[in-house]
Structure formats: structure tokens, C-alpha cells
């Protein structure tokens, strides 16, 4: 079942060719709801030419601050998760972290302080030196 979009408004470009865009339509059944175009996307209940039509040149560029706070929101996000899963759990757990020998630990507790210092690296966000997660 295909969806007709009338109206777009506030399409931001996504790339340098601007043919992926963060946008929102006039949903007919929803209103207006938040609705990202990308090449990628294999539903086909939205048009996304019909849309590409209606942004026309109407849309904003990002800045390059605007880009680099959404690389560093992505690096942040990507950062907690490894904190999350692989870290928080060992080091927040006393038995397993007594189980690990001295230099284990140091390996760990520098692996971390690595991770909650990447915000701190020259060329954050769009240079990043993730360190080696510690066997």
C-alpha cells in the first residue's frame, strides 16, 4: 500500500550530493511525523522520488559545527556503549575483578580512562584513537 505525501517541511541535507535527508512529512493518517530519506531504504509504502520532488531546493545545509556535534553525539554514544557492555560489568563487579591479576586490572582501568578521554583528543570528533580492548 503506497502513502501519497503532499507536504515536507524542514529537510536537512544528510550528504554532499543532498539526496538523503531528515525531514517531516505530512502523514495522512499521523500528521506530521519525523521521516529520514537515505538510498538505503527498501520500503517502498513511501515514495522517496515524490519526496525528493517536493524538497526541491528547499532544504538546509548543515554547518560544520552542526555536523561535528553529531559525529561527537555518534563517538559518545558509541564510547557508552562499550562502557556498558564490556567494561562497567568487570570493573563494577568486586568478585570479577578480583579474579583478574594486577596487570589485568591496570590494562582495564587504563582501557577505561581511555574511553572517557575521548572527547578530550586532538581532532575529536572526527579523528578518534580507540584503544585495544584488553583480553
Known sequence: MSVIINQVRNAVSKNDAHT??????????YGWIPYSLTTHDTDNTINNSDLITLIGTNYTIPTQAEKDAETAQT???????????????????PLRWAELTSEQQTAWTAYRTHLLNIPQQSGFPNTINWSTKPE
Do not use: A, C, G
Open 75 to 93: 563517538v559518545r554514544l558509541q564510547r557508552s556503549i562499550i562502557l556498558l557492555n564490556d567494561i562497567d560489568p568487570l570493573v563494577t563487579n
Open 20 to 29: 538523503e535527508f531528515d525531514l517531516e512529512i505530512n502523514h495522512p493518517e
